[in-house]
């Protein structure tokens, strides 16, 4: 199935959108993969360490031993990846392209078949495809790279690295898309397009083209599988995040069309019906073209003021496929977090996690504070805390707090925030439990925490006073309190509020 609908906004030219929904990807390049490492004397050091650790996480993973060609004056293709598992490649020696040119014309005539080549540096009509990817580090030219990059039947990629450390980072996601990635072509209305995807879903921007709906009601998409037709359909209510997905596809010419672009941005907001998943989705790539258009404005400023250095044109035309190793390292990421976080929270037997904490409390703790009962009085509510506390082992003293939030929220929290009420007051752990087990039994949720200019009382629980309360602030009240917030805020806090796989505060909880 393909649907398709033309953009919302209008950047160099018109557009229209086309999504595509194919198999998932469950095969990959596998030994069709070749790594091009130089190892001349300007590679010693961290280049080629973080290089050969990328090279050794790939193999421990994979357990393949992809084929790997160094050079320097000469080129030696008798290794694999597997080589560096107990040891570093040795860098020394001048740089000969030449070399290695002549070492992959040479395995290309001997094996016919696709082939991609990852082919690092610092400085074939074929009727099978072969790819050139290419990632630059330090002083390299740009045209010559560009060049690289499109020796094979097909353009490759390009990433360009000015630390050890970003080479590092580089050359794993190279590898990863290198392993996942295919590509899919889509023809309509008798033209072709072209894109790689390692998702269940691929997005086709294409300019200058009227499709009529009456006329036009199928593609033919192309793959590695072969050649299918599918049905393509108008769509009729798109979606914030299929918008925003369009809008990472566009590569500005110049500063105004980025301001265009991150002008448009601003404006995408998450709506009610959008399910946690699309609205973390949603964040993520916003933040990314945010990021990616501010790097642009810095490159197009150097450009605009004249002589321009090698390296900003390296910056440059890496920038402008950074949106394709962006889905890639952005759906590693959610998985991590929706894999491991969510199908840990939805699996967790909420209702027994506090029974480790009552086997726990410290008896001599108690009667310490016991001791210090004179103390203990709420200032508030002028209540003996000892005894609310020792009441029941399942509340929690807390400042409870009602707060309304505008669509400022999503990228100035601190001003998007309108503080309506605070109490202090005890929540209690039934309470806490059907407040989780609502946001975890909505299945839609329909004005979840994405509801702007409103306050939706389905997430509110009732503080003790029986005022509503849609966010706590926990209250220190001694060690044995403490641990029964920790054990609470362990299971949500993470999991809902951050973008880390575990939460910090609590090594080991996710």
Not at 213 to 227: A, F, K
Not at 268 to 296: A, F, S, V
Not at 323 to 335: I, M, S
Request: charged share 20%; proline share 3%; net charge negative.
């Amino acid at each position: 199935m393909a649907s398709y609908f033309k953009t919302p906004f209008n950047i160099n030219g018109h557009h229209h959108y086309i999504e595509v929904k194919v198999p998932k990807n469950e095969t990959s390049s596998t030994n069709n993969i070749i790594c091009c490492v130089d190892v001349s004397g300007s590679m010693s050091g961290s280049p080629i360490r973080n290089v050969c650790e990328v090279l050794r996480d790939i193999y421990k993973r994979t357990k393949i031993e992809y084929p790997l060609f160094t050079y320097n004056t000469t080129a030696n293709t008798q290794l694999t990846i597997k080589s560096v598992e107990n040891q570093d490649l040795n860098a020394n020696g001048g740089t000969s392209f030449s070399s290695v040119f002549t070492a992959i014309q040479n395995h290309l005539i001997n094996n016919q078949k696709s082939t991609t080549f990852i082919f690092m540096t610092d400085g074939l009509a074929k009727t099978v495809t072969i790819i050139f990817h290419v990632i630059g580090f330090g002083d390299v030219n740009n045209s010559f790279l560009d060049e690289v990059r499109k020796l094979g039947t097909k353009e490759g990629l390009f990433r360009y690295s000015t630390q050890s450390a970003e080479l590092q980072n580089n050359f794993n996601d190279m590898f990863e898309y290198a392993m996942s990635a295919k590509e899919y072509t889509i023809v309509i209305n008798n033209q072709s397009y072209t894109a790689n995807s390692n998702e269940e879903t691929v997005g086709f921007l294409i300019n200058n083209i009227n499709i009529d709906n009456t006329i036009t009601n199928e593609i033919i998409v192309r793959s590695s599988d072969g050649e299918i037709k599918v049905p393509l359909e108008l769509k009729e209510n798109i979606s914030p995040l299929q918008v925003v997905r369009a809008l990472n596809l566009i590569s500005p010419d110049d500063k105004e069309s980025v301001q265009q672009i991150r002008t448009y941005l601003y404006s995408i907001i998450p709506t009610g019906n959008m399910n946690l998943t699309e609205k973390l989705e949603l964040e993520q790539i916003k933040n990314e073209i945010d990021e990616r258009m501010m790097e642009y404005t810095n490159l197009f400023t150097q450009i605009k003021m004249g002589q321009v250095p090698e390296q900003v044109k390296l910056k440059l035309s890496a920038l402008r496929h950074d949106a394709t190793f962006a889905n890639a390292q952005r759906r590693k990421k959610l998985d991590l977090r929706i894999n491991k976080n969510v199908d840990y929270f939805r699996k967790t037997d909420i209702s027994g996690i506090l029974d480790g904490y009552k086997k726990d409390i410290d008896q001599q703790g108690w009667n310490d504070i016991k001791q210090q009962k004179p103390d203990w009085i709420c200032t508030y509510s002028n209540d003996d805390i000892y005894e609310m506390m020792r009441k029941t082992s399942d509340n929690i003293m807390c400042l409870g707090i009602l707060i309304e939030r505008n669509e400022e929220a999503i990228t100035s929290p601190t001003k998007g925030l309108k503080l309506i009420n605070v109490s202090n007051t005890i929540i209690s752990y039934d309470s806490f439990i059907a407040a989780m087990n609502l946001a975890k039994t909505t299945q839609t949720n329909d004005n979840n925490y994405g509801q702007f200019n409103g306050i939706n009382d389905a997430y509110c629980v009732v503080g003790q006073l029986h005022e509503k309360i849609n966010a706590v602030i926990p209250l220190y009240i001694n060690y044995e309190h403490m641990k029964r917030i920790r054990i609470l805020e362990g299971i949500w806090l993470g999991y809902m509020f951050t973008l880390e796989v575990i939460y910090k505060g609590h090594p080991g909880q996710k």
